[in-house]
């Protein structure tokens, strides 16, 4: 029997790499039928879909029309799944290179470019800038040629926004606007029903 720990890792460890997701991946939901997470997106595998309903962990909601089959049996592929226990969001945000351009919606904090961004020190390193979500910001290259080591009056540029820790829930607000490439039909009721309708 599983741990307290054991379950939640299973239950919170979905694959961020595209070469185990070619294949028919399934839509991971919490209890409450919200996805565990926008950016990336809550997906399995669908061997891990497989197992995880043989193991009574998660209820099938949705399912692709092919099927895999063992010596005994066919099985439609689940393509999307809820959790039968609740997994409490977590209550911050790890600080990580990733988890700092999703704050900025992959945009450089000073001039809103898109494409190849660095981070910088608002407060330099060298002035006494620490390395935290209040002075860490996304930057395109030029910007931060531009501003070295400068505080931000002394070299022209000036933030878009303030530099902050974000709340998990800001993280799933801005990861829906960046959804994957690969969106499954049987998905759609399930991605967006969270969101405030337009009046």
């Not at 998990?168 to 967006?192: A, K, N, Q, T, V």
């Amino acid at each position: 029997m599983l741990d307290e720990c054991d379950r939640t890792d299973f239950r919170t460890q979905f694959t961020r790499e595209p070469a185990a997701l070619r294949n028919y991946p399934a839509l991971v939901l919490n209890a409450d039928f919200r996805p565990l997470s926008y950016y990336p997106l809550s997906l399995w595998p669908w061997q891990e879909a497989i197992k995880a309903v043989f193991l009574d962990r998660v209820t099938i909601l949705a399912e692709y029309d092919d099927v895999v089959r063992s010596q005994r049996q066919a099985f439609k592929i689940p393509s999307v799944v809820v959790l039968k226990e609740y997994v409490r969001p977590q209550k911050r945000v790890a600080f990580t290179r990733f988890n700092l351009f999703l704050r900025d919606e992959f945009r450089c904090q000073y001039c809103g470019a898109k494409g190849d961004l660095t981070f910088d020190h608002v407060i330099p390193r060298s002035r006494g800038g620490i390395t935290s979500w209040e002075n860490v910001v996304a930057a395109c290259a030029p910007c931060n040629l531009k501003k070295a080591n400068k505080p931000l009056d002394r070299c022209g540029l000036k933030l878009l926004k303030p530099a902050r820790q974000p709340a998990p829930e800001d993280m799933l607000r801005i990861g829906r606007r960046f959804p994957p490439g690969y969106l499954h039909e049987s998905w759609m009721d399930f991605l967006y029903w969270d969101t405030e309708l337009e009046a």
